[in-house]
């Protein structure tokens, strides 16, 4: 099915250690992002994408690293990790107008930094 | 952008109409109004978008009024897995930081 996929589903890390998560899209939307959401509370943007080799920071950008080198993928990369990145990630993806879609979500990556 | 508030929660019984009502006075001339649901451990999906009056599609209604400072979402007929935190989001539909999210409401449908 058409969609936003993420990988992966859970992870654990040590702190310091550094990942990527992963994030694919094969609807051809120009629209990227990452958000984050703390338990209890809405997302927070972290990074965004208006198309392959374009980004820009959101919300809480410290300790995240996005590129855009196509249009279906948009990985996030987390440089040292902390305990204080302990999150569920969610990547959405639209059409750059977005005004009668809106985004569409993967189904998200439970992150725990221990 | 855009702030919005909405109440942090709302209960309604099986079967009921739901109107959940979003505040937003600072609205822009260019900005859409849109509405997400999530469930627990998934991603927000979108349910309606609208600009003014009224919107319609098969999961809900979207009214507007003319000052555009509040919008209401209906949801008929509410069944239990309709049990969600429901997001109100508004901004440029051709801006990528238009997604910022409040706390939503969190609906619960009891039987």
């Known amino acids: 099915n058409a969609g936003v996929t993420q990988t992966p589903k859970f992870q654990v890390l040590k702190t310091g250690q550094s990942m990527t998560l992963q994030c694919a899209q094969d609807?051809?939307?120009?629209?990227m992002s990452w958000y984050r959401q703390d338990p209890g509370m809405g997302l927070r943007l972290i990074h965004y994408?208006?198309?392959?080799?374009?980004?820009d920071q959101g919300e809480v950008p410290n300790g995240y690293n996005v590129s855009r080198s196509t249009t279906e993928d948009f990985p996030l990369r987390l440089l040292s990790a902390a305990p204080s990145q302990t999150s569920v990630y969610f990547c959405a993806s639209s059409h750059r107008t977005g005004r009668n879609y809106g985004y569409t979500f993967g189904s998200g990556t439970r992150l725990t930094v221990v | 952008l855009a702030k919005t508030t909405q109440p942090i929660s709302m209960d309604s019984y099986e079967g009921q109409e739901v109107n959940i009502t979003c505040s937003h006075n600072?609205?822009?001339?260019?900005?859409?109004i849109t509405w997400y649901q999530q469930f627990p451990s998934q991603g927000p999906r979108f349910i309606i978008q609208g600009y003014k009056t009224k919107v319609t599609n098969e999961v809900a209604s979207l009214f507007i009024p003319a000052d555009r400072k509040s919008s209401t979402l209906s949801l008929p007929r509410v069944s239990l897995s309709d049990t969600a935190v429901y997001y109100c989001?508004?901004?440029?539909?051709?801006?990528?930081?238009?997604?910022?999210f409040g706390s939503g409401t969190q609906l619960t449908v009891l039987p």
């Open positions: 600072n609205i822009a001339t260019n900005d859409y």
């Open positions: 989001l508004v901004g440029d539909g051709g801006s990528a930081r238009q997604l910022t």
């Open positions: 994408s208006v198309g392959a080799g374009i980004t």
């Open positions: 609807m051809n939307h120009e629209y």
